[in-house]
């Protein structure tokens, strides 16, 4: 038995035991009575042999994390009713185990956890030994540790500071809490996080970027265990995959889908032997009992060990029921409908959802000339690189990063079209200038987006005479001209600033939203005429296609709305092209409501 460090003296003078040496469905077939089973009373392993390794991993102390993704139907609450018990007896310290609300969690523990741990001989007489008050319906409070039971969130995740740490129904938690709630272990060495789910969805939108989810994140560290059958024909192992469900698809007189025929017809191949198994109660409980998990991430975090099983591996289900949902699915994605589709996925095989999210297709075509035409700062036709009144005016705009920058260079004429000088890497801000030099662009006609290290940005827009500039979420700023109405900008007044090394810096606001609004209209062709070099880098092809419109809920509001959102990891000349784009703005040369 390891101690905690919240496991008092109490614990050990109630009694020490040598550790149990059985496994721990041993244990829990002895202990542990599920309320109003239908089966049986007892906890039974070979009712559920998907769960049975991630239980027997309680009792090994090095397990940092474990990740559950099972389908619906899997039972998977039978891993809160085996481990809680086995971890208040076998290897205690506090414990949080988190529901879907604070409802849900009153109602399990009610219904459900106290009658297992009150039944439970090994524990029950601690339980039985504490203040009526000391057991609640968020928490029992033992001498050596304590229990919490809560919704997922916020308030529940903060308090605690508890060993273990369970979350149930985990895809539906809201960004953030995952992390908020593996922080409530504090780094114990032998703290644990068990993470409980149905499949769900692979990205998140946060405002305008895409991000893995945090539950896929921990499925995607883990070492990512697939239920495997072993084929009694061939000896081979396989892991359960729904496309080895076979059916027929018939159709019936007037054209329907048959759908008796597909659930009458529905079998599973092994994929290496080609046998083919019925779909009988008992060969699909033969079948499971003689699965194994297989890992298949030998490049997972240690400690890290994840689970899943699709329902074609639970023996209870029937595989013609499984085809036939898959088929009905598959008939609502052909009517343009496909939640179907993702409920079956996620639900069923407890796989992610990925939404697909194609780059906008972005043709370039190449203007007629290259970058070394321009290379020295050469004049595009009859620019006039000293005159206050040149037809045609450059501007260059930076986008910094940690060690380097991206810079672009564009001559824009006053009717709004422009030209593509320059665009790539520079690893200084010294760099940048020099390049400016050389390109002939006027320091004030200098845009350096100030977001990431903003003091230093400023410090620099002092020292070279650049301006710093700040996308933001608003649709307009306000402008209040003297002697004339106020008006709406895609861009703010320009501001003054102390920088932090001394000196003032001017900067402004621009509307990320309704600025890229416009750059898209460019990229599209459907603007004024907006060029690029018929040798523009590989780089910038990628990057100008890196981020698209697409309809997403505001996370507090809820409300829908349309946002640019990042599609690709790199967007830094995308950006510095709707800097670009802020500047003919600025400038009266594209036109701002
Ligand atoms: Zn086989």
């Known amino acids: 038995m390891s101690t905690d460090a919240d496991s008092p003296v109490e614990w050990c003078a109630s009694g020490w035991r040598a550790p149990d040496k059985r496994t721990v469905a041993e244990w829990a077939s002895e202990n542990v009575k599920i309320p109003n089973s239908a089966r049986s009373s007892s906890f039974d392993p070979t009712a559920s042999p998907w769960l049975a390794e991630p239980l027997e991993f309680f009792s090994d102390d090095t397990v940092k994390e474990q990740v559950l993704i099972l389908p619906t139907g899997a039972g998977k609450t039978t891993v809160f009713d085996v481990a809680i018990p086995y971890i208040i007896s076998e290897s205690p310290g506090s414990i949080l185990l988190s529901m879907q609300t604070d409802q849900d969690a009153k109602e399990h523990m009610e219904d459900r956890l106290l009658p297992i741990l009150k039944s439970c001989d090994p524990i029950a007489h601690a339980l039985a030994g504490v203040d009526r008050h000391a057991k609640r319906k968020d928490a029992v409070i033992l001498p050596h540790m304590s229990l919490f039971v809560g919704g997922a969130n916020k308030q529940n995740f903060q308090r605690k500071?508890?060993?273990?740490?369970?979350?149930?129904?985990?895809?539906?938690?809201?960004?953030?809490?995952?992390?908020?709630?593996r922080a409530r272990t504090h780094s114990?060495?032998?703290?644990?996080?068990?993470?409980?789910?149905?499949?769900?969805?692979?990205?998140?939108?946060?405002?305008?970027?895409r991000r893995d989810t945090e539950l896929y994140s921990a499925w995607m560290r883990s070492d990512r265990r697939e239920f495997s059958m072993l084929c009694p024909t061939c000896d081979e192992v396989s892991r359960w995959d729904f496309k080895n469900l076979k059916y027929e698809v018939a159709k019936t007189e007037d054209g329907r889908i048959d759908e008796a025929a597909i659930a009458q017809s529905a079998c599973y191949e092994c994929p290496l032997c080609q046998t083919?198994?019925?779909?009988?109660?008992?060969?699909?409980?033969?079948?499971?009992?003689?699965s194994r998990y297989v890992a298949t991430n030998p490049g997972g975090l240690p400690g890290h060990h994840g689970w899943h099983a699709p329902a074609v591996a639970l023996f209870h289900e029937r595989w013609g029921d499984l085809a036939l949902g898959w088929t009905r699915a598959q008939k609502a994605l052909s009517l343009g409908d496909q939640e179907p589709i993702k409920i079956f996925k996620t639900k069923r095989?407890?796989?992610?959802?990925?939404?697909?999210?194609?780059?906008?297709?972005?043709?370039?075509?190449?203007?007629?000339?290259?970058?070394?035409?321009?290379?020295?700062?050469?004049?595009?036709?009859?620019?006039?690189?000293?005159?206050?009144?040149?037809?045609?005016?450059?501007?260059?705009?930076?986008?910094?990063?940690?060690?380097?920058?991206?810079?672009?260079?564009?001559?824009w004429k006053r009717d709004g079209s422009s030209r593509l000088l320059w665009?790539?890497?520079?690893?200084?801000?010294?760099?940048?200038?020099?390049?400016?030099?050389?390109?002939?662009?006027?320091?004030?006609?200098?845009?350096?987006?100030?977001?990431?290290?903003?003091?230093?940005?400023?410090?620099?827009?002092?020292?070279?005479?650049?301006?710093?500039?700040?996308?933001?979420?608003?649709?307009?700023?306000?402008?209040?001209?003297?002697n004339k109405p106020a008006t709406k900008k895609f861009y703010s007044e320009l501001k003054r600033a102390s920088a932090p090394g001394g000196g003032t810096a001017l900067y402004l606001f621009w509307s990320n939203e309704k600025v890229k609004d416009v750059l898209a209209n460019l990229r599209g062709g459907k603007g004024a005429r907006w060029e690029t070099p018929d040798d523009v880098s590989g780089d910038y092809i990628h990057q100008i296609a890196s981020e698209v419109?697409?309809?997403?809920?505001?996370?507090?509001?809820?409300?829908?709305?349309?946002?640019?959102?990042?599609?690709?990891?790199?967007?830094?000349?995308?950006?510095?092209?709707a800097m670009q784009t802020v500047f003919a703005i600025f400038n009266g040369f594209l036109g701002s409501s």
Request: glycine share 6%.
């Open 276 to 290: 083919r198994y019925e779909d009988k109660p008992d060969v699909r409980r033969g079948l499971s009992l003689a």
């Open 188 to 209: 114990r060495w032998n703290s644990r996080v068990i993470v409980v789910s149905q499949g769900g969805d692979q990205h998140v939108h946060l405002q305008s970027e």
């Open 549 to 577: 419109k697409r309809d997403v809920v505001n996370a507090t509001t809820k409300a829908v709305v349309s946002r640019w959102v990042r599609v690709r990891k790199d967007n830094h000349l995308w950006d510095c092209e």
């Open 423 to 482: 665009e790539g890497k520079v690893h200084t801000s010294e760099g940048v200038e020099e390049l400016r030099k050389r390109m002939n662009v006027r320091p004030t006609f200098v845009f350096q987006d100030a977001q990431f290290e903003t003091g230093q940005v400023y410090d620099e827009c002092v020292k070279f005479g650049w301006v710093a500039i700040h996308g933001a979420k608003d649709d307009g700023f306000m402008h209040f001209p003297k």
């Open 161 to 181: 500071s508890v060993r273990y740490v369970f979350l149930d129904e985990a895809w539906l938690i809201k960004h953030g809490l995952i992390e908020e709630a």
């Open 349 to 411: 095989l407890a796989e992610f959802w990925r939404e697909e999210e194609t780059a906008p297709e972005v043709a370039l075509g190449g203007a007629g000339y290259i970058k070394s035409d321009y290379q020295n700062g050469e004049a595009w036709e009859d620019e006039e690189f000293e005159s206050r009144l040149s037809p045609i005016v450059r501007a260059m705009t930076i986008d910094r990063q940690r060690d380097h920058r991206w810079a672009v260079v564009r001559a």
